[in-house]
């Protein structure tokens, strides 16, 4: 069974920076691409970075220049690095494995 857990969130002044880890057991990790996501109140979730396999990487427009994706494969880890943080990126951020699996969530909350 594929597990996600998430870890690193909490609360910052805007243009402070977080990083996130997201730890997955069950799976071989090396073969899954992988993903962060993030929900905001009242709003539905979106992408915020995907990483491959061959750590190819992609991001939403509005974090980009701003936030790294990352993956330990000797780990089973993948990171979002997050710099220059805004109000608006406050959410709950969740770890997505290619297989439809999702973990629980951290909060992000990035106060002006």
């Known amino acids: 069974q594929v597990q996600l857990v998430e870890s690193g969130g909490g609360l910052v002044q805007a243009g402070g920076s977080l990083r996130l880890s997201c730890v997955v057991s069950?799976?071989?990790?090396?073969?899954?691409?992988m993903a962060w996501y993030r929900q905001a109140p009242g709003k539905q979730r979106d992408l915020v970075a995907g990483?491959?396999?061959?750590?190819?990487?992609n991001y939403a427009d509005s974090v980009k220049d701003r936030f790294t994706i990352s993956r330990d494969n000797a780990k089973n880890t993948v990171y979002l690095q997050m710099n220059s943080l805004k109000p608006e990126d406050t959410a709950v951020y969740y770890c997505?494995?290619?297989?439809?699996?999702w973990g629980r969530g951290t909060q992000v909350t990035v106060s002006s």
């Open positions: 069950g799976s071989i990790f090396s073969i899954n691409s």
């Open positions: 997505y494995h290619e297989g439809a699996y």
């Open positions: 990483i491959s396999t061959d750590g190819s990487t």
